[in-house]
């Protein structure tokens, strides 16, 4: 039985509890956070676990195995750093650190003293990000020419963090799970209406090989919630609406296909129109599976594909977007 602490009981904490809490093979022992209310609130639905203040008293325990860390980004080096030096697993909430150099050291003690580092990449374990990457591995879309996601809402402002590091470590862990190849380079551009400190609303372009292209579009000033991707390729094109509440993914038989005249330079565009497929999907909370893949890896010794190397990458193009917003859009190479 995997026992496990949890650091954080605010927005994310109380989701990790209720899925940890249900999934086999582990128990949650102590819940921490700042906040008396929401200690209380965690005792009152959790009955059976202490509570405390300390993060600490979590960290130093000697009967937790695990450490489920739902803290604003800025704190999670430190804890993450500590929990890693007292023999604990972790699970992170994205992203792992506001630095790769933060990040680097984290993936070389985790693998120093053989534990789990575990991202909280949890698109990764939806259903539909396992079909998309089914649909691609049979290279139903054919070669890939871009990916382009819209992810906005409203009322979203962080503390310690801009709306890149709020929005994109989902697209940036979704590109890196899906395509096999990596971005050569990065550019970024973004607006503080406020002028907080803090870009509110950005777009970021990513540059693979063979002009492969992913466009990101983040936003904290709309007016409704999106969350849409689109893969497009040669045969096929694919749509991901995830705000829909059926048929989220849509497989279009539509393209272009392009020739050149023998007798003319002129180039000839065919547009390809045709059937709409609809996969089903199989509805699971993410988090649920996630949860379960945590306790799976700690046990077999497996390594997780959200794991820390995954995350160091993630707030590696992060890194590179700032680079590329501070220096006016310039592409940034990774």
Known sequence: MIRLGVIGYGYWGPNLVRNFNATPGCVIMTICDLVEENLAK????????????????????????????????????????????????????????????????LVDLAQRKNLKIMVDHTFLFTGAIKCIKKVLAEETLGKLFYYDSTRIRLGAFQDDV?????????????????????????????????????????????YYPDNFVAQIRLNWLAPLKIRQILLSGQKKMLVWDDVEADEKIKIYDAGVDIKTSDNRRDILVDYRVGDVLSPHIVRKEALEEEA??????????????????????VVKWLEASDLSLKNGGQRIAL
């Not at 195995?65 to 430190?78: E, K, Y």
């Not at 379960?292 to 990458?313: D, M, S, W």
Request: hydrophobic share 40%.
């Open 162 to 206: 801009d709306v890149i590091w709020d929005l994109a470590p989902h697209d940036f862990s979704i590109l890196d799970y899906l395509i096999a190849e990596k971005p050569l380079a990065i550019s970024s551009q973004g607006v503080d209406h406020f002028e907080t400190g803090r870009i509110n609303l950005a777009s970021i372009f990513l």
């Open 42 to 105: 965690a005792k009152q639905s959790y009955s059976f676990v202490k509570v405390t203040k300390n993060y600490r008293d979590i960290i130093q325990a000697p009967d937790i195995d695990a450490v489920l860390i739902a803290t604003p980004v800025s704190s999670h080096f430190t804890i993450a750093h500590e929990a890693l030096e007292n023999g604990k697993h972790i699970f992170v909430e994205k992203p792992l650190t506001l630095s790769v150099k933060q990040a680097q050291i």
């Open 292 to 313: 379960k893949y945590f306790v799976h890896c700690i046990n077999t010794g497996t390594e997780p594909l959200n794991n820390g190397q995954a995350g160091l990458r």
